[in-house]
């Protein structure tokens, strides 16, 4: 009997270590990672600094109720401001993804009185009663869940949108969207599409939720993908590559909404270990200029990938980047990651997603270009051949 309930269909690898853009198995084989255990390794796997400070913090302490003053909750918040560039907004801590868009949901409805909330087809915002009815997938959402109230429109589809906000706009209380789509395949957001957003935002009084929990963080190149359209939303949530794999999440929100005491809370958002780990990732991103690297060797990779027949349909910005593999291709993936050890994404069976640490060396970009070459050319004689 398995008392484990597992959620993903497991892959019969164990991962024992991990050493920036490497990971190791129990037989001790190397892998690449270009998935960054799903855009959550960013500033690389076990980054010296990153275990110093969560080490120094831990023979502190690790955690105390959010009653009493945390330093560190301030420093963080400050320093993510700073990096940010968004000054002059306020930081509210917590655990996940989906508990980042949750609250931001939650703070925009309480910020307008209003319910309707828009999200965009193939979207995904994680598996919390709000956040997983504003994800555009019916398998994951329960009887449950509060589906009434989000409406599903095409993304990039100005014109809907438009219309959308015409008929309906003083019942808008947001609109959330991710600049990248991730799980739904790498697909950007125009920044046109974002100004627009912008516009009908502060023209109907919605708020302008940015899920950056997959693209933001400097995955894009800039720390957040709205950033390329000039356009300042109203919340930011992110996650994932905020911790480097501590779970932490975070609610970046505009001074023009006003979060009252009472609002937003959580137990362990923004304890005091999370902190030290998010503090060590934002002290790693500004020393080793992270966001202008992910920008250049992004730009590196998209543009050696450009080159490699059979690769369909590419796009993508910074180290966030997507392909199709044609039916002809179907096992690309697989055998990457067991014929040469390299752990890649997937959005569905024909979409490959890249999401590698921000730190990933031109010598293991270079790795990854070669078996992939490699790998395309052996599959498309063997399909040539039969
Ligand atoms: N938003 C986006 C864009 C995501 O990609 C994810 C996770 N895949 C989430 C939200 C949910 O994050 P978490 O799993 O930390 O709840």
């Not at 080490?55 to 301030?74: G, T, V």
């Not at 940010?84 to 508990?99: H, V, W």
């Not at 937003?264 to 990732?281: I, K, P, Q, R």
């Not at 992910?294 to 490699?308: H, P, Q």
């Amino acid at each position: 009997m398995n008392n484990l309930f597992n959620v993903y269909p497991i892959n019969d690898i164990t991962i024992t270590k991990g050493i920036g853009s490497y990971v190791w198995d129990d037989n001790g084989v190397q892998y690449l990672d270009m998935y960054g255990g799903h855009a959550v390794i960013s500033i690389g796997h076990t980054h010296p600094h990153w275990v110093q400070r969560i080490e120094d913090q831990l023979h502190k302490i690790a955690f105390y109720s959010n009653s009493i003053k945390i330093p560190l909750q301030e420093e963080l918040a400050a320093k993510l401001c700073q990096i940010s560039g968004k000054t002059d907004y306020q930081l509210f801590l917590c655990n996940s993804g989906a508990e980042a868009n949750e609250n931001a949901m939650k703070l925009a409805s309480f910020h307008n009185g209003r319910k309707k909330i828009i999200a965009f087809k193939k979207s995904f915002h994680g598996r919390t009663s709000l956040a997983v009815a504003a994800t555009d997938n019916q398998k994951i959402v329960a009887p449950v869940n509060e589906t009434e109230n989000i409406i599903f429109l095409p993304f990039n589809d100005e014109k809907a949108l438009e219309k959308y906000f015409a008929e309906n706009g003083k019942e808008i209380s947001s609109v959330i969207i991710e600049g990248i789509q991730g799980v739904g395949g790498i697909r950007i957001a125009d920044e046109s599409f974002l100004q627009k957003i912008r516009s009908l935002c502060d023209k109907y009084g919605a708020i302008y939720i940015a899920d950056s929990v997959q693209c933001g963080y400097g995955r894009s190149g800039k720390f957040f993908s709205h950033d390329y359209a000039g356009v300042d939303a109203d919340i930011y949530t992110m996650a994932k590559g905020m911790g480097n794999g501590f779970p932490i999440g975070g609610v970046l929100i505009s001074p023009k909404i006003e979060a009252k005491f009472g609002m937003l809370g959580t137990t362990f958002g923004g304890n005091h270990l999370a902190c030290a780990a998010a503090l060590a990732v934002l002290e790693v991103i500004e020393k080793e200029n992270l966001i202008e690297q992910a920008k250049l060797r992004g730009t590196y990779l998209f543009n050696r990938l450009k080159s490699i027949d059979g690769i369909e349909n590419l796009r993508g910005k910074g180290l966030m980047i997507g392909f199709d593999v044609p039916d002809a291709l179907k096992d690309l993936r697989k055998n990457l990651l067991f014929n040469h050890h390299i752990f890649t994404g997937a959005a569905n069976p024909n979409v490959i997603r890249l999401l590698p640490s921000l730190a990933i060396a031109k010598k293991q970009v270079d790795e990854f270009l070669d078996v992939l070459k490699e790998e395309i050319a052996t599959l498309s004689t063997v399909v040539t051949e039969s």
